[in-house]
């Protein structure tokens, strides 16, 4: 068997949306970084996402401005940024599924709900929207509820992916799934990962493998921090009858309680059809129920929620879905992107897509870059791993 060794300066593990942010700044700024991905780019948590560029506002819908709402509250302007050519990475050729999300409830909402929309807090990011300027399916007149515009944008993650991906394709390495890392080390810092019959020598390691961080830190012997699953079950629905398309939304629907019933996302398919991605409660609620009966109350609940727009046949799916991030007590959502480092080994998860480039700074300060001396590496050709298929081209 003939060996191959790679030299680099950074190795990063997991081509989610967190590696390949990370991977790109660090070679933007000359630094060489490697991903290593064993499957396809964005083929977990980041095409399971919604493309939802969020701000906090949906965590404060109790009244209160909650810490993961502030944590999280100046991701939108980071990724407009980026989105205009003018941030860490020249997002400029992503396309916008939305400019804003909408808030709605099919009834008038609380006292309290509203003065906390109006307030100071989340004024500059909700404004209330009048009925003539609201689209199209809620300008019926059946509609009597209250509806509310979010400056929150809503991303198309296959065209996030290719363009976080084309500059720096070359220097991402498709790893065979059935090879184990072999890790060897000087003292407590790791000097080189083997993989099969590659040896790749570097001076900082990076893990953004969401779930596969775990099998990671198994094979380095780490045993904190320790991962946990947060399960979720999607659902998606699209029009039976092709003449007869789903409208195009991006919205949360609100009830009495702290967080949305629903929240619908809408996408493309490469046929032009448009399906429902459905999250919220139903998506927590709906963890081991079986496919007929989550489908079954996802219908209800459209019914409930939009009751005066009669929906087409629809054809539906399930979509099953870990959140992987750092253990938490009773298994809560932590309120923020997390880095642990262990002399040069980063333990990284961003817990949200839009906290990638916040992980990524927190990534770029613990690797202290300024003292990273560039160097011009001389690496063999690999293969390279592909973008994963959109989940809506392969659920149904």
């Not at 080189?192 to 953004?208: E, N, R, S, Y």
Request: glycine share 6%; proline share 5%.
């Amino acid at each position: 068997m003939t060996q191959t060794t790679l030299n680099t300066d950074v190795v990063i593990i997991g081509a989610g949306i967190a590696g390949l942010w990370l991977h790109h700044r660090l070679n933007d700024m000359g630094i060489h970084a490697i991903l290593l991905e064993h499957g396809h780019i964005g083929q977990g948590q980041t095409l399971s996402s919604q493309g939802i560029i969020h701000g906090g506002s949906k965590y404060a819908l109790n009244g209160v401005l909650s810490k993961a709402a502030q944590v999280i509250s100046t991701m939108p302007a980071r990724w407009k940024s980026a989105l205009n050519g003018e941030g860490d990475i020249d997002l400029r050729s992503v396309r916008k599924l939305a400019d804003h999300q909408l808030l709605w409830s099919k009834d008038k909402l609380s006292s309290k709900m509203v003065s906390f929309f109006a307030s100071k807090a989340l004024s500059s990011r909700m404004q209330r929207v009048e009925k003539r300027e609201a689209p199209a399916l809620f300008q019926d007149a059946g509609f009597k509820g209250t509806l509310y515009q979010l400056d929150e944008p809503v991303l198309d993650i296959p065209s996030l992916l290719t363009k976080i991906t084309e500059k720096w394709h070359s220097r991402m390495l498709l790893v065979p799934k059935d090879r184990q890392y072999h890790w060897q080390r000087t003292g407590q810092k790791v000097e080189t990962v083997q993989i099969g019959d590659m040896t790749i020598h570097a001076k900082q390691f990076v893990l953004t493998a969401g779930e596969g961080n775990e099998a990671l830190l198994q094979s380095l012997g780490i045993k904190q921090p320790a991962m946990q699953r947060r399960p979720l079950q999607m659902v998606l629905c699209k029009s039976h009858d092709s003449t007869q398309p789903l409208p195009t939304i991006y919205a949360h629907s609100l009830g009495s309680g702290s967080k949305p019933i629903a929240t619908i996302s809408s996408h493309q398919t490469q046929q032009g059809e448009t399906v429902w991605y459905i999250g919220g409660n139903i998506a927590e609620e709906g963890v081991g129920k079986s496919r007929e009966n989550l489908i079954a109350e996802a219908q209800q609940l459209l019914n409930n929620i939009l009751p005066w727009f009669k929906l087409p046949n629809l054809d539906w799916a399930t979509h099953a879905v870990n959140r992987a991030e750092p253990k938490q007590s009773s298994l809560t959502r932590p309120d923020n992107a997390f880095i642990d480092s262990q002399q040069n080994i980063h333990i990284c998860w961003p817990t949200k897509l839009a906290l990638a480039p916040d992980l990524a700074d927190q990534v770029l300060k613990a690797i202290n870059v300024d003292a990273i001396e560039k160097q011009t590496y001389d690496n063999p050709d690999f293969p390279h791993p592909e973008i994963a298929k959109p989940l809506w081209d392969r659920a149904f």
